[in-house]
C-alpha cells in the first residue's frame, strides 16, 4: 500500500492531443487502435470504516478473482477527488452527495453501483423545546468541523424538503462550525439549537443525554433507502477500460456483500491489517450501523433523488439540470446488475456475522474504554 496526499485546487485540466492515422494518410475512416485490457489499477482508499468492501475485496482476493492486480493508494480527501477525475486513481467508493458539485463543475468520475446506505443526523438539545426541523427556522445550527461536509449536505436537504432555506448566505438558519467534540457543549450552554452529526458522534450524544434525533438519515424516509456510498471510478477508466471498471466495481461488491454477511470479521480484519486505527469492537459497532446492501438500479435512483435535494436546497447551481447531472454522473457497464447482485454469494465466518448493536448508553460506555478509534467519524467530517 502507498500513500498519495494532495491539498491543491480542485480544478484540473484536460489535454486533448490528436495525431493522423498514419503517415501520409489522411482516410475519414481511421480510427484510433484499441487500447489493450488493462488488469493492473490503483484503488485509493482513505482510512475509514465504511471503506470495509474494498479492504475486504483485497485481503479477500476478490479483486484476484476479476483477474485484476491492484494496488491500494492511500490519500486524503482532495487527493481522492482529483485523483479519480484525472485517472491518477481508477476506483474507490465514496459519497454520493459529496461528488455531485464536483461532477456538476466537469469533474470526470462516474458512479457505477450502490454500496451501503448512511449514518448521517439532524439533532437538537435532550430538554430543547424544538420538535420537529420545522421549528429550526431562524435557528442557529452546528457543523462538525467545518460548512460543507456531508453532515452539512444532510441537514440541508432536510431543511429544504421542510421548506426552510438552508442557504449560508441569507438563508432561514445560521451555521456554525466546532470540532466534533465540542458540539455537545456548543448545544448545553445554548450557542447552537440544534447539529448535524455522523456516527459515533451522533449516537454518543444520544447516549450521554445530550440530544434527541430530528431527523436520522438511517432510519427516517426517503433517506434510509437511499445509498449514502456507491463504487465509483475515473471516467477515463470507464471510457477507456469498461471491461476493467466492471472488474472493480464488482469486486467491491462483493466485498461489500462480504462485510454484510461478516461484519465482526471484517470490523477485526480492518484493525489487524491496520487499514485504520481503532479497536475491533468499536469498529464492529460502527460497521454494525450501516447497511452494506449492494444495488445497481436503486443506486441511479439514490442519485436522482439527491441531486434534485441538492438543487432545492442551494447546493448546486439554479441553472443545473439535476436529471442530466444525474445522468452525467452515472455508467451503466457490462456484467454489473441487480440481477448479479442477488445471485452473489459470500462465506459466512464463524463467529464473524453482525455484533448485537449497543444502546447508546452501552455504546458511550464502550467508546469511553476505548478512546484509540477516530476512523468512524472522519469518514462524513472531513473534507
Known amino acids: 500500500m502507498k500513500t498519495i496526499c494532495s491539498r491543491s485546487s480542485l480544478l484540473y485540466s484536460l489535454l486533448v492531443l490528436g495525431s493522423a492515422c498514419a503517415i501520409g494518410t489522411l482516410s475519414a475512416g481511421c480510427s484510433k487502435p484499441p487500447e489493450a485490457p488493462r488488469n ?15 479492504f475486504v475485496a483485497n485481503e479477500q482476493g476478490f479483486f484476484k478473482e476479476e ?21 491518477q486513481f481508477d476506483a474507490n467508493h465514496t459519497l454520493i452527495m459529496y461528488l455531485l458539485k464536483p461532477i456538476e463543475q466537469g469533474m470526470d468520475i462516474k458512479i457505477t453501483a450502490g454500496v451501503h446506505t448512511g449514518c448521517l443526523r439532524l439533532q437538537t438539545g435532550a430538554k430543547s423545546v424544538i420538535s420537529s ?11 462538525p468541523t467545518h460548512i460543507g461536509s456531508p453532515p452539512y449536505l444532510f441537514a440541508s436537504r432536510v431543511l429544504a424538503a421542510n421548506g426552510i432555506d438552508p442557504r449560508p448566505e441569507g438563508g432561514d438558519v445560521q451555521w456554525l462550525a466546532f470540532p466534533p467534540d465540542v458540539l455537545g457543549k456548543a448545544i448545553d450552554d445554548g450557542r447552537i439549537d440544534a447539529m448535524a452529526t455522523s456516527d459515533p458522534i451522533g449516537t454518543i450524544l444520544l447516549g450521554k443525554g445530550v440530544v434527541k434525533t430530528l431527523a436520522d438519515q438511517a432510519e427516517d424516509a426517503p433517506y434510509k433507502d437511499e445509498y ?12 477507456e477500460q469498461p471491461a476493467a471498471a466492471a472488474k472493480v466495481t464488482r469486486a467491491i461488491l462483493k466485498g461489500a456483500k462480504w462485510v454484510e454477511e461478516n461484519t465482526t470479521a471484517a470490523a477485526r480484519m480492518a484493525v489487524e491489517k491496520k487499514y485504520i486505527t481503532a479497536s475491533p469492537e468499536v469498529n464492529a459497532q460502527a460497521l454494525s450501523k450501516l447497511k452494506y446492501r449492494p444495488g445497481v438500479s436503486r443506486c441511479r435512483r439514490s442519485i436522482d433523488d439527491a441531486a ?16 442530466a447531472l444525474a445522468k452525467r454522473a452515472w455508467v451503466d457497464l457490462d456484467g454489473v446488475s441487480d440481477e448479479w447482485v442477488n445471485n452473489l454469494t459470500v462465506e459466512k465466518v464463524a463467529d464473524g456475522g453482525r455484533p448485537r448493536v449497543l444502546p447508546p448508553e452501552q455504546f458511550v460506555v464502550l467508546f469511553e474504554a476505548k478512546k484509540d478509534c477516530t476512523c468512524c467519524c472522519r469518514c462524513c467530517i472531513e473534507q
Open 40 to 54: 493492473q489499477l490503483k484503488v485509493a482508499y482513505l482510512g475509514l470504516t465504511c471503506e470495509a468492501p474494498i
Open 67 to 87: 483477474g485484476l492486480d491492484v494496488e491500494l493508494v492511500k490519500t486524503d480527501w482532495d487527493g481522492l477527488r482529483e485523483g479519480l477525475g484525472s485517472g
Open 133 to 143: 426541523v420545522k421549528d429550526l427556522k431562524g435557528k442557529k445550527i452546528g457543523v
Open 228 to 239: 449514502c456510498c456507491a463504487a465509483v471510478v475515473s471516467g477515463k477508466l470507464a471510457r
Open 308 to 323: 434534485k435535494e441538492m438543487k432545492t436546497a442551494g447546493l448546486l447551481k439554479p441553472t443545473t439540470d439535476p436529471e
